[in-house]
């Protein structure tokens, strides 16, 4: 019976139900200011790539080896926002977060399930963002970066501002539009702010050395440089990875975009906050709609919000907030200089305010210390809503336990997330969690992109499957990552 629905049915030939059918919904069709109100998960995950990538691992790597190396962040954002699109083609298809179709393919839901939630728990699961905000929050207390002798103040502020950053998820209606709301804000007044600054402090040479480093030339040497010598792989692997948003936080995407209600996810619900939010019915299944003339329209209506999301947001954002910190860091930190410690977090807001004024290095700890806290809200409710939505999908207890409120299930993984979180402060250094996460994603990159590859192009009716050029591209995604990972693993055996 189960072989004979697998055949009939391929998206069942892992063990979940069948997808259902239903009309596709049709798409907004906004005009000026009103596209703010229709984009929003590039939003949330162009904020998430702001607090990783671009204010802590790329200056790291271009303080040490100048900008000639913002060519990885132009692969990197260029490739993302191609994989970003496909998670997203998924869930506008079928109303599922991306994790549900891997979850729909060979060997079996369960496998996939345990395979991605440990990626996830590996690349996000060490609250690497509130410990490296805490060196920015105790900056501007002290107006000094932290020292060894201060390791259990810096604990304390960063295991109180993970909690209470953790604490926005309560309430609201939508989670996804909380998060989104701000995002709005970080993009606007944060990448404002190190935008005046860099007008302000940054010289025209330092400028046109970045807009080479795009495309790897190096300004100082006067040559090509797309790995210098003496390079750390581990690092250069991690700004890869977080150039854009990263890995399991990508796939999410997927996820906020079924939240938002992009195409067939008005079909299938959202989840609420606890306060504030009304029960809704999440469905464990998707639907798909069957491709006529009518709906291939509304199709490409939906395609071109997506795009728009994507290329308007997340792609030139991220390219701006890669850009922007990097700018002031190597104007303010001479070439060679390791501000991998305990101090990262406020490394920039120090040396500004010794030779830029008090005033600018403190403007510039308190947006370090917004974007990081933002950011560890953001990975967090992504692991949380990740872990949530496989639950919800692959086990008929749980979607029976508690009335069927997803909300339920949502604030209970969440809860574990946070108490883990608060231990995990202890393990190491800030900066050596995040590196190790931003490793995880490099490798989460190679196996999801050719996953969504597989899914895409089996289970989607064949009218909505991408094209050959996209196809490469996602198999693109996989060799730039797979050449990183190669790198630092064969520079430390």
């Keep these: 019976m189960r072989e004979q629905l697998a055949v009939e049915h391929p998206e069942a030939q892992s063990g979940l139900d069948p997808w259902k059918r239903a009309e596709l919904p049709p798409p907004p069709t906004p005009k000026g200011l009103a ?38 962040t132009t692969a990197a954002v260029l490739l993302q926002t191609f994989f970003n699109l496909e998670v997203m083609r998924y869930t ?54 932290p020292g060894a002798a201060d390791g259990n103040i810096v604990y304390a502020i960063g295991a109180g501002s993970f909690v209470l950053c953790i604490s926005v998820l309560l309430v609201g209606g939508r989670i996804e539009r909380t998060l ?28 046109l050395a970045a807009g080479a480093g795009y495309v790897g030339f190096d300004t100082t040497t006067g040559s090509f440089s797309f790995i210098p010598s003496g390079a750390d792989f581990f690092l250069l692997s991690a700004v890869a990875a977080y150039s854009g948003c990263g890995g399991v936080c990508n796939i999410t995407l997927s996820n906020w975009a079924r939240d938002k209600g992009y195409g067939m996810s008005q079909v299938t619900g959202y989840i609420p906050a606890l306060v504030g939010g009304q029960k809704v019915n999440l469905a464990h299944t998707g639907s798909t709609f069957e491709p006529t003339t009518e709906s291939l329209a509304r199709w490409r209506g939906w395609w071109r919000i997506i795009k728009a999301d994507q290329w308007g947001v997340f792609f030139v ?21 390791d501000i991998r410690g305990l101090g990262i977090g406020a490394s920039l807001a120090e040396v500004m305010a010794s030779k830029a004024g008090a005033m600018a290095g403190g403007a510039v700890a308190f947006m370090g210390a ?29 979607r029976e336990w508690r009335g069927g409120d997803v909300r339920v299930v949502y604030y209970c993984v969440l809860a574990a997330v946070v108490v883990w979180g608060v231990i995990a402060l202890r393990l190491a250094q800030p900066i050596v969690l995040l590196l190790v996460g ?42 730039f990552y797979g050449a990183f990972v190669a790198l630092w693993i064969s520079s430390v055996i």
Excluded at 180 to 207: C, D, Q, R
């Design 35 to 72: 596209w703010i109100g229709v984009v929003g998960p590039g939003v949330i995950v162009l904020g998430l790539s702001i607090g990783s990538g671009e204010f802590l691992l790329g200056p790291a790597a271009f303080v040490n080896h100048g900008l000639g190396l913002l060519w990885v």
């Design 92 to 145: 506008l298809a079928t109303g599922e977060p991306g994790f549900t179709g891997f979850m729909r393919t060979r060997p079996g839901s369960s496998f996939w399930a345990w395979v991605y939630v440990i990626l996830y728990f590996l690349q996000a699961g060490w609250p690497a963002w509130a410990g490296n905000a805490a060196a920015a929050v105790f900056f501007l207390w002290a107006r000094r970066l």
């Design 180 to 207: 989104e709301l701000l995002n709005w804000v970080l993009i606007v007044f944060i990448l404002g702010g190190f935008l005046v600054l860099a007008m302000l402090y940054v010289s025209p040479s330092t400028w």
């Design 317 to 337: 954002g991220a390219m701006l907030g890669m850009t922007l910190p990097a700018l002031l860091y190597v104007t303010f930190l001479p070439r060679g200089t």
């Design 370 to 398: 917004w974007i990081l806290l933002k950011t560890q809200l953001d990975t967090i409710e992504g692991m949380t809503r990740a872990i949530t939505d496989i639950l919800w999908t692959s086990n008929k207890r749980i």
């Design 438 to 479: 931003a490793n995880m994603a490099a490798i989460v990159f190679i196996v999801a992109s050719i996953h969504i590859l597989y899914v895409n192009t089996t289970l989607l009716p064949k009218a909505l499957r991408p094209s050959i050029w996209r196809r490469a591209a996602l198999v693109g995604v996989a060799v």
